[in-house]
């Protein structure tokens, strides 16, 4: 039976899988043959390639000696704070952490540990007290609070960390904040347009883009525009505002097309963004 044909939105919806081996059998035949036939596609599916490789390069680094010991106070602080009657476990364990917390080693780890302390005491201070429902859902919805500001924290302070690897996790703790306020969009801006590493720069703008619908992200995509010196982080904009329909973006995309400078593949991918946005 012959393969079916796809289109080129098909195609860089099919990238990400084609790359991990993740396709199947008549999705990939369709895919690489696209990729024959679609120089853009191919130069999109080998700038995507060249990023994967880019971030294996990124070291993990090893949790640090000190980790060990704020482990362990803060499960002390646990088990001092539980065994008070009339306090509320939750906001008094929250207040030591945000004390004892320094945010350099084992982040993801002692992260987890934290939410599984902070249900578990929160469980059992109900169940003790036969707290109404309604009191019940108040409590939930501070503690929800809470966590979101201590994620919001962690997020702002990883982002000034020299560690490159350090930083992209940051960048990461987006998906896990409701509501991203001002703040946070300015560190991610400014780390969009400043930071030493173009890994790090890369997934803040995917980030970014996942908060397009916000007027002042928006407005920073296109000002980073002109901003950028690096050629994957130029066509990974160009195809944002691609993906996004932002026409302001024509004039800063034109700007760049100015520079004698500018790499021949991204002149290329800026000249279609150019013409998809006209």
Known sequence: MATQPINCEQANERITDWLNNQL??????ALEAHLKACPACETEANSVRQLWQLMGNVPTPEPGETARVRFQAMLDTYKDTVTTEQESVVDNLLAKLRQ????????RLAYSLV???IG????????R?????????????????????????????????PAASERLRAVSY?????????KVVDALLTTLNNDANVNVRLVTLEALAKLADNPTVREGLVQSITRQESPLVQSALADVMVKLQEKRSIKPLRQLLRDDKLNHLVKGKIEQSIRELS
Not at 24 to 29: A, F, L, N, Y
Not at 100 to 107: D, E, Q, R, S, V
Not at 132 to 157: C, F, G, H, K, N
């Open 100 to 107: 004892l917390w320094a945010p350099k080693y084992a982040f």
């Open 115 to 117: 939410l599984l302390i």
């Open 129 to 161: 007290s036969n707290t109404p429902a309604l009191a019940y859902q108040q409590q939930i919805d501070t503690l929800s609070t809470q966590v979101q500001e201590m994620r919001q924290m962690m997020m702002l302070s990883l982002l000034e960390n």
């Open 120 to 127: 578990v005491a929160t469980g059992y201070w109900f169940q």
């Open 174 to 182: 987006t998906e896990e904040i409701n509501q991203v306020d001002d």
């Open 24 to 29: 199947p059998e008549t999705d990939r035949v």
